[in-house]
């Protein structure tokens, strides 16, 4: 079976200090890899996705970045964060090939910048 | 651009009721609906996918319904029971990529 692991589970940092959350997924190949990232009292918003090893595609302008060094690895980063960046960060993985597959997630990183 | 809302945002009921909670999207042209729960501090965890040539769904208690040219779906809870309480999501499958509503916060009350 398949198993999605998203580390660390909180995370608290300074401002201007960098970042780097891993997802790793078991079980399957070759998934698409997703980042999102939930504000308080907002819904899910897309950060990155992946369809494939060092493919990136990046939704939304801003201080993050991601990279997907292995197959089933995804890594979020920051080179110096902002108290923006606070939130709860969230992994997920869908099958490739196939647009209409079910998306898994993580357990999810709360980041809070101080 | 794909946009979905979730009505209502915060439902409080008692234990035993019969719920219905909504999920509308703006462009019909999805390839699947998916419902999730979400824990507070925990992740999504999925409840129910509807394929975009399917009409429902279901598991146990729980009947997910899909309308794609009205642009809406719905999840029916029955029977709440107190561990039911959480927020539920909606997600609109476009191609390769889930876009989310906000949620309905649901409370069930013994």
């Known amino acids: 079976s398949q198993t999605i692991h998203q580390w660390p589970a909180t995370l608290v940092q300074p401002v201007g200090s960098p970042l780097s959350l891993e997802c790793t997924v078991e079980?399957?190949?070759?998934?698409?890899l997703y980042w999102y990232r939930q504000a308080a009292g907002r819904g899910l918003q897309l950060l990155f996705y992946s369809v494939g090893i060092g493919q990136i595609s990046s939704e939304v302008p801003q201080n993050l970045s991601a990279s997907r060094p292995q197959d089933r690895q995804f890594i979020l980063s920051s080179k110096k964060l902002l108290l923006s960046d606070s939130g709860f960060y969230l992994c997920?993985?869908?099958?490739?090939?196939?647009?209409?597959?079910?998306?898994?997630f993580g357990q999810g990183t709360r980041l809070t910048v101080v | 651009k794909q946009e979905v809302t979730q009505i209502p945002a915060a439902l409080s009921v008692p234990e035993g009721e019969n719920l219905v909670l909504n999920c509308s999207f703006t462009d019909s042209a999805i390839y699947n609906l998916q419902w999730f729960r979400q824990d507070p501090g925990k992740g999504l965890t999925s409840l129910l996918l509807i394929q975009s040539s399917q009409r429902e769904q279901t598991s146990g208690r729980l009947n997910a319904s899909l309308d794609k040219s009205s642009g809406r779906s719905t999840l029916y809870i029955a029977a709440s029971q107190p561990g039911d309480s959480a927020t539920y999501l909606c997600a609109a499958g476009g191609s390769y990529i889930p876009t989310f509503g906000r949620g309905t916060s649901l409370i069930v009350h013994p």
């Open positions: 997920a993985w869908k099958m490739g090939q196939s647009r209409s597959t079910e998306a898994f």
């Open positions: 079980g399957t190949s070759n998934p698409n």
